[in-house]
């Protein structure tokens, strides 16, 4: 009787963990094809205007928003000497609503996060827009004086 109940609990357990494992793989490809296509309508659709050349060129490149944990250094500001970036929101529809309510003029699209407290955002339809950090836990504002275009040409720091 015994081995029978365990058993039919370890049986249980191996189809609750496979269906888990399905879950989290289709959940994995159904972001990968986000990543894979960027919707760029949806920012003309919530911001009115079409999508920047700098954010556009950004997400036409598969590789760079698919990385995670990149350091960026910038110049040394009394706030701020490098945006760290744990991952790039997707581009589309969901997030373009979703991130339009971090600044009270709806007009930044928040691209990426450090994975705590800090978004990294941008002017989506202006092509010589300055990348701004907004810091959830300080409610605050920082420009970090770097150019959407420019970003990816920053050096990284390092992972030690």
């Known amino acids: 009787m015994f ?3 365990f058993r039919e609990r370890a049986a249980r357990r191996q189809q609750e963990e496979m269906e888990r494992r ?7 490809a159904a972001l990968d094809a986000k990543y894979r296509n960027p919707q760029f309508d949806a920012i003309e659709a919530a911001y009115g205007k079409p ?4 954010l556009r060129s950004l ?4 590789d760079e928003v698919r990385r995670s944990s ?8 009394p706030s701020l000497e490098s945006l760290y970036i744990s991952g790039y929101f997707p ?5 373009a609503e979703a991130e339009l309510h971090w600044d009270e003029a709806g007009s930044y699209f928040a691209f ?11 002017d989506p339809t202006d092509d010589d827009a300055e990348v701004m950090v907004y810091d959830l836990e300080a409610d605050r504002v920082i420009a970090t004086g770097v150019r959407l275009d420019a970003l990816l040409s920053l050096p990284e720091e390092k992972q030690a």
């Open 3 to 5: 081995k029978r109940f």
């Open 22 to 28: 399905l879950e989290r793989e289709e959940y994995e």
């Open 51 to 54: 999508i920047s050349a700098p």
């Open 59 to 62: 997400y036409e490149n598969y």
């Open 70 to 77: 990149v350091n960026r250094v910038i110049a040394r500001t």
């Open 91 to 95: 581009l589309d529809r969901e997030t």
């Open 112 to 122: 990426a996060t450090d994975g705590g407290e800090c978004t990294w955002a941008v």
